[in-house]
């Protein structure tokens, strides 16, 4: 099932029973469903691409993207809500400080799965978001979360 959902997060797009092509609708709702519900901030690296980090590149390249993720962010737990916040600051969206203060603000005491190719750790949210930040601004390879077609 999960090669499924990848084919359809890389494709873009569905083939229905009968060859006809569903309009991108069902990939968007599937990207949202993944980073609405996703328990861990996983991507890249020499182990491929997590289904995560594709569903956000399939919401990045909507023309509402940024709506998207802002939907993402209200329904989301923390690592949906850290998705979502880094596609609005990639996208240099006007309203990413709001969500980033709501985001440091939130009562979320428990450590954060995270995982960096094949490295992982436990990690407070803030921490995450502030190094991976500090990383993106300066180019570490492992903070790439925009992939390149």
């Not at 428990?110 to 995450?128: F, I, Q, T």
Request: hydrophobic share 35%; glycine share 8%.
């Amino acid at each position: 099932m999960r090669v499924l959902f990848i084919s359809i997060l890389l494709s873009g797009k569905i083939l229905l029973a009968n060859g006809q092509s569903a309009q991108n609708e069902l990939p968007v709702k599937l990207a949202t469903r993944i980073l609405q519900e996703t328990q861990q901030f996983v991507y890249g690296g020499d182990t491929g691409q997590p289904s995560e980090v594709l569903a956000f590149n399939l919401i990045y390249r909507l023309p509402d993207a940024a709506k998207h993720f802002k939907t993402i962010y209200q329904r989301s737990g923390t690592a949906g809500k850290l998705y979502s916040l880094l596609g609005l600051y990639c996208l240099k969206d006007k309203e990413y400080e709001h969500y980033r203060s709501e985001f440091l603000a939130l009562k979320d005491d428990h450590e954060l799965y995270v995982r960096y190719g094949c490295l992982a750790s436990d990690e407070k949210k803030n921490d995450v978001l502030k190094n991976w930040i500090k990383g993106y601004t300066t180019g570490l390879w492992y903070t790439k979360i925009v992939l390149t077609e």
